[in-house]
């Protein structure tokens, strides 16, 4: 029984690892159990109201935007390190990088009047080379259902990677039309926007993004969790936000693991410690051995 299950979730992954990788998109029904997505979005609800409209034509002044979602509710874990999507994500990032880590989480509300965005891709927010690698993948959460009146996310297949680099998409968008406890995922490489809300209600949903571990992330991932907060989260979750180093040696803390900040005791003197890839460990070694054989 506990194989099957493990085959079946493997056989999952290959099948929207597949998708992604095709089209630029996946849409994955049923990740989630509504009533999950309810409850998030039942506890996120002072924080939509509370939230002022965002300016700027991009952010769009119908739209509001909050982050921090791991901070205000506990629950955000479950989508963040849900085992599928963010397996889909490690499975994309790995070729450029040791580990990912979380580029943001961002509640959205799209009210009636909202144009359609800019159609972009967020790997633009990185002047890194086009059409070589990728940089980041994104999941949307919809909390309510995505429409085409409503402003569902417009996703462009097939513009991603090397098409990046084409002065016109190679089509017109689809509609990513869904339903609270579905997930949409897309790749920094391909083009998308949100849609204009013609109706009379709110689109509310959210979006994890995932990076490569040595990318500045879009949102500052240490304040928005300071070790107070990232204290009372899973080891595993701490590093995901920035806990961890990547090797060789970045996001230190006085040249140590950044994770000893969560510890009961913080040491009052660090000392620096090698956090080296296997292939600069092995360099090193064979360096320092042939000066101590001289
Ligand atoms: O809200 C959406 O559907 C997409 C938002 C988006 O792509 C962005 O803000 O970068
Ligand atoms: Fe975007």
Redesign the pocket.
């Known amino acids: 029984m506990r194989s099957e299950t493990l085959q079946a979730a493997k056989d999952r992954l290959a099948e929207c690892g597949a998708r992604l990788a095709r089209d630029g998109y996946c849409i994955v029904e049923d990740a989630v159990p509504a009533a999950l997505v309810r409850q998030l979005d039942e506890q996120l609800a002072p924080a939509f109201e509370a939230t002022p409209f965002c300016e700027g034509g991009f952010y769009g002044s119908r739209t509001k935007r909050f982050g921090r979602l791991l901070a205000r509710c506990p629950l955000a874990d479950a989508f963040v390190r849900h085992p599928l999507l963010l397996g889909l994500a490690e499975e994309v990032l790995a070729p450029w990088c040791d580990t990912v880590q979380l580029n943001l989480t961002q509640a959205?509300a799209?009210h009636p009047g909202a144009l359609p965005?800019l159609p972009?891709r967020?790997q633009d927010m990185w002047r890194g080379a086009i059409g070589d690698c990728e940089y980041l993948v994104n999941v949307?959460w919809p909390f309510t259902d995505y429409r085409t009146d409503n402003g569902a996310?417009l996703v462009w297949p097939g513009s991603h990677g090397a098409a990046a680099l084409a002065a016109e998409p190679p089509g017109g968008p689809i509609v990513a039309r869904m339903r609270p406890g579905s997930a949409l995922l897309f790749l920094g490489s391909t083009l998308?926007?949100?849609g204009g809300n013609a109706s009379g209600d709110i689109r509310r949903g959210m979006?994890v993004s995932y990076c490569l571990g040595w990318l500045k992330p879009y949102e500052n991932q240490w304040l928005a969790y300071p070790p107070d907060v990232a204290r009372r989260f899973d080891p595993d979750l701490a590093a995901l936000v920035g806990y961890c180093q990547h090797r060789p040696n970045l996001g230190n803390f006085e040249g140590q693991c950044p994770s000893i900040l969560l510890g009961a005791e913080i040491p009052e003197w660090i000392g620096a410690i090698d956090a080296l890839r296997p292939d600069q460990q092995d360099l090193v070694e064979a360096y320092v051995a042939e000066q101590r054989r001289e």
């Open positions: 959205i799209l965005q972009h967020d949307m996310t998308h926007g949100a979006i």
